[in-house]
């Protein structure tokens, strides 16, 4: 019924069961986007901070949304001092995308948020597309 509005679906990555794959393919139809946040999982109170860990579902997901609809996300500052860190976040989600090409991370990392988001360059140190 709204055909334009944009939904994102943040934490998707944390499941602790793998998403349903039918499930993600009905969403991928339509204006879906998947934030990367809550990567991390913890091992008897230990972060894992293998990204092959991960890469099964990051790669549902990934496989699923394609390159243009899975942005960044940290899940900071809620996870600080919970759990995780930022920066294991960040290293995780790195690890994974160590080998897709450069301009794949960079639609990661910041431009998908511009589509999802529609933010606009506030600051002329904000980088521009």
Known sequence: KVPELRLMIDHLPGMQEPPNPAVLKELAKRNVYIKGSVIARRVNKVVQMEAALYKPTLDLIWDTFGEDRVVYGS???????????????????????????????????????????????????????
Do not use: C, H, M
């Open 75 to 129: 899940d900071w500052p809620n996870s600080t001092g919970n759990w995780v860190t930022y920066e294991q976040t960040l290293t995780i989600a790195r690890q994974y995308l160590a080998n897709k090409p450069r301009q794949v991370a960079e639609k990661y990392f910041w431009r998908n948020s511009i589509a999802a988001y529609k933010w606009k360059k506030r600051d002329p140190k904000q980088p521009s597309i």
